[in-house]
């Protein structure tokens, strides 16, 4: 896909609920996976507010990752919080260590993380008002994998 929708204000865009479909490819052995749940994007100060942190989203994902034909429950927390310029986002771990940055303002961003050795490249594409992509490809001497995320708003 070569069209991207750009996106003025990215915390804007992300609020609300999505489903979510993952699929995980280890290069180095050809193993594979799938998520599915859902993700939900929610004020920081919504039940019980974190102060300084007003206009941030809690990103909350839960569903269920088939790993090799087993089924487990998944979930993970980050926070998403206003970033240096009006649109952006800084994007961190649930205990606020770093992640990466975000920047939808042309519909299409890159974003680089090091994990110890390894870095994660992920890549992050609006496709409309309704469904964007995340493509992360994580390489080093620990890990080669490809994992690729598609996002549709529900409601």
Excluded: Q
Excluded at 21 to 43: H, I, K, L, N, Q
Excluded at 54 to 59: A, D, F, R
Excluded at 133 to 143: D, I
């Amino acid at each position: 896909m070569d069209e991207f929708r750009p996106v003025p204000d990215a915390l804007a865009y992300l609020r609300g609920s999505w489903r979510v479909t993952r699929s995980v490819r280890d290069r180095a052995s050809g193993a594979e996976g799938r998520f599915d749940g859902v993700t939900v994007f929610s004020a920081l100060d919504e039940g019980g507010g974190e102060a300084g942190n007003e206009g941030g989203l809690l990103h909350r994902e839960a569903g269920t990752f088939v790993w090799l034909g087993v089924p487990r429950p998944a979930e993970r927390t980050l926070r998403f919080l206003p970033g240096p310029t009006p649109g952006t986002a800084d994007v961190r771990f649930a205990d606020d260590r770093p992640f990466h940055d975000l920047d939808l303002t042309t519909g299409r961003h890159i974003a680089d993380h090091p994990c110890s050795a390894d870095l994660y490249r992920g890549e992050f594409t609006v496709r409309d008002a309704d469904r964007w992509r995340t493509v992360w490809r994580v390489a080093g001497p620990a890990k080669d994998l490809l994992l690729t995320t598609d996002y549709a708003r529900v409601g």
